[in-house]
């Protein structure tokens, strides 16, 4: 068993390599104007060992989707497990919250580059689709629909599109403030809205 150690690592080195070099090509040219040759010339590898792991550059960007979504949904499972109703769910998903963002963070990089993706290949859609499904089967499983003020896909799509859109916004400004206090932005504009965030309909003494 041991001799194949030094194999498997240094197919997990061929792999993060290309996988860095279709981040920075990305960000640089964009994914319709990159190349396989682009990929091998900047990962520093060649043409036969990127075909190895992958058949073309839509299997490398499906592939590193799938394994990056796969990492995320076991944290949205997680946050499953907190039902509606539970005294102290407010803590625990602020938790699974700071744990998603330190993910995010420490992939800040391949997440920015995979968020700005458009076309059929984007990211951003199945990234969407699996946090509507977290959403109906976790945090608002629970919800009785009669005392909802609004149709549950508005507020779901609302959720999911204000969420993506202050991640965009901290990856914009370099992840500027800590996994803990960006936490406590989404909780503050989820749980008092956009409004009460701004200082509107407040009583102030």
Known sequence: ??????????????????????????????????????????????????????????????????????????????????????????????????????YVKAHADLMQAFLGLQGNYSFIKRLRGMMEESLRTGALSGLNATNLLVPQEYLISYIMHAHLGVLQAWFVNGCKEPPQELAQILFRLSFDGPLRAAGLGVNKP
């Not at 394994?67 to 039902?83: G, H, P, R, S």
């Open 1 to 102: 068993m041991n001799k194949h150690k030094p194999i498997d690592r240094r197919i997990i080195r061929t792999k993060l390599a290309i996988r860095d070099a279709l981040v920075v090509l990305i960000t640089e040219k964009g994914f319709d104007a990159l190349t396989v040759r682009d990929i091998v010339t900047r990962a520093n590898i060649n043409r036969g060992t990127f075909y190895l792991h992958y058949k073309d550059k839509y299997d490398l960007l499906e592939q590193t989707e799938t394994e990056i979504l796969e990492d995320l949904k076991q944290i949205f499972l997680t946050a499953n497990t907190v039902q509606v109703g539970n005294a102290n769910r407010t803590d625990h998903l602020q938790r699974l919250v700071i744990v998603l963002l330190k």
